[in-house]
């Protein structure tokens, strides 16, 4: 399986639904919400739905899984994915990570619980843990997957180096790997052209992580992919960004689309084949998302460059 989700396809990301992550309750209100935006994101073509068991403290899985009970035969339409591998602050105890064989095994067995299904499609290892014994990850994933409850695996913020290191010790490839990726957060593409260059000391993304994931197969997932709005009408906290949403605006009309679907499209046109992660619960710019992939084939390199320039707000070196 060289991706999991089709090259180059959305995927929506689930952390907005189940209410205030303070509540530890929910309701019909965030039912109905979440019906909303499965229909709405359903209606542009994602076919994947993104989770991780900590997302509102379980009530993003929570509500989900009461749409898919309320609407039967919408399981077999759509693909699910979590993730494991975070413990939030609770009862004193500060929040850290958890890749062992145990917490593994039970954070799988909590998310399904909540999504009320018999299995993920995807489950991804959700941040690298230092005391990880990849020998016991790839037992609880093993496991997983002979009793039917996981049929891929994945990984999230891992570097090239990690991600090689554990599937030397996975039975099963690793599919995907999902970094914040976007106009604005553009460490990934950065530290592909300051090799040998000063501004290179200051980028700490892991060159070569990349070209791993390419050269595998292994889909690169974007979270954050619409930059909180910034380009798309939540306002510029700089000249750069300003003189991008400008840009943005200039080539959805020329295109006859929206800015959303140029935001995308410029992480799609990346040879990697990006998958961006839509995660606004907002069912206007949910829509607004539609042509991204349309775009992408038609975005020239000029304006690719062109905007990445423009957002850094300098030249290339």
Partial sequence: MDNVNGRGRLIYGCMGLGGSWDINHYGAAEIDQAAAVIESARGIGIGLFDHADIYRRGK???????????????REKIR?????????????????????????????????????????DVLLLHRPD????????????????????VRHVG????????????????????????LEMSLLRRDWLESTV????????????PHGTLELCMDRGIELQAYGSLAQGRYTGAGADSPAEAAASEMLVRLAAEKNTT???????WLMKH?????????????????ACADAVAVAGSMTRAEWYGLWITARGSNLP
């Fill in 60 to 74: 993003s899985e929570a509500v989900f899984g009461e749409v898919l009970v309320r609407s039967p035969g919408l």
């Fill in 80 to 120: 699910l994915q979590t993730k494991c591998g975070i413990r939030l602050a609770e009862g004193g105890r500060d929040g850290h990570y958890d890749l062992s064989r145990e917490a593994i095994l039970e954070r799988v067995n909590g998310s399904l619980q909540r999504l009320q299904t018999d299995y993920v």
């Fill in 130 to 149: 230092p005391l990880m014994d990849a020998r016991e990850v790839a037992d609880a994933v093993g496991q997983l997957m002979a009793e039917g409850k």
């Fill in 155 to 178: 990984v999230s913020n891992m570097s090239g180096a990690q991600i090689a290191y554990l599937q030397d010790r996975l039975q099963t490839p690793i599919v995907a790997n999902q």
């Fill in 194 to 205: 300051l090799v040998n260059h000063p501004e290179g000391r200051e980028n700490s993304f």
């Fill in 259 to 265: 800015p959303e679907s140029v935001l995308l499209a």
């Fill in 271 to 287: 040879p990697a084949r990006i998958s961006p992660v839509v995660g606004t619960t907002n069912l206007s710019r949910i829509g």
